[in-house]
C-alpha cells in the first residue's frame, strides 16, 4: 500500500478551485468552498476560485485562462458533470486536455459506487493534463468533492510513495522541448 515519507518535506501546491453552476453565488457555494477548505487544510495554497455559467465556452475559457497562468499547478472543478443537457462540464475539460489521466473517473466511480450503488454512473467525473496543469472535474455535490478530495489529495502530496503526481509536474511539458 502507498505510504507518506515523513523524511520529505512537504510541497504545496497552487490550486485553482472551479464551480459549474448557473445557479450558486460565493455565498451559497458550498462545493466549492468544500474544495478550497480541504485542500488549504491540506497545507496547499488556493489561489485562485471562480464560479462559471454551465456554459462550455465560459468554461474552456477559464480553463485555458488557468493553465496559461504559469501560477496555477492544479485546477478543481465541481459541476456539470452529469447528464442533462446542461452539463457541459467534462467536454469542455476534454476539449483542452493534452492528456487524459482516466484513472481517475474510473476510481471515482469505483469509490462513489460504495457509497451512493449504481447512482453513480451519472457521474462523468474527469481528470486530465493541459499546459503542464492537473485538470480535475468532480460533481456538484459537498459529498461527492470530499469523495474527489480523498483520491486527488494524496496524488498532490509530494511525499506520498510509491509515486504521486507532484513529484511529475516539471516533466509535463518534456514534449515541448
Not at 58 to 73: F, P, Y
Request: proline share 5%; charged share 25%; glycine share 10%.
Amino acid at each position: 500500500m502507498p505510504t507518506i515519507d515523513e523524511s520529505r518535506p512537504f510541497l504545496p501546491v497552487n490550486i485553482a478551485v472551479l464551480t459549474v453552476s448557473d445557479t450558486r453565488t460565493e455565498a451559497d457555494d458550498k462545493s466549492g468552498a468544500t474544495l478550497a477548505g480541504l485542500a488549504a487544510e491540506a497545507g496547499h495554497r488556493v489561489v485562485a476560485r471562480k464560479i462559471v455559467r454551465d456554459d462550455k465556452a465560459a468554461i474552456v475559457a477559464q480553463l485555458k485562462s488557468w493553465i496559461a497562468d504559469r501560477e496555477i499547478d492544479v485546477v478543481i472543478a465541481t459541476g456539470g458533470t452529469g447528464v442533462t443537457g446542461r452539463d457541459v462540464t467534462p467536454e469542455a475539460f476534454h476539449s483542452v486536455y493534452e492528456k487524459e489521466i482516466a484513472g481517475f473517473g474510473e476510481l471515482f466511480r469505483f469509490l462513489s459506487y460504495q457509497k451512493i450503488g449504481t447512482s453513480t454512473i451519472q457521474s462523468r467525473a474527469t481528470a486530465g493534463v493541459a499546459g503542464g496543469t492537473y485538470l480535475f472535474a468532480l460533481p456538484g455535490s459537498p459529498g461527492a468533492c470530499r469523495d474527489g478530495w480523498d483520491i486527488i489529495k494524496d496524488q498532490l502530496d509530494n511525499r506520498l510513495r510509491p509515486c504521486n503526481l507532484v513529484e511529475l509536474m516539471p516533466r509535463l511539458q518534456e514534449h515541448l522541448r
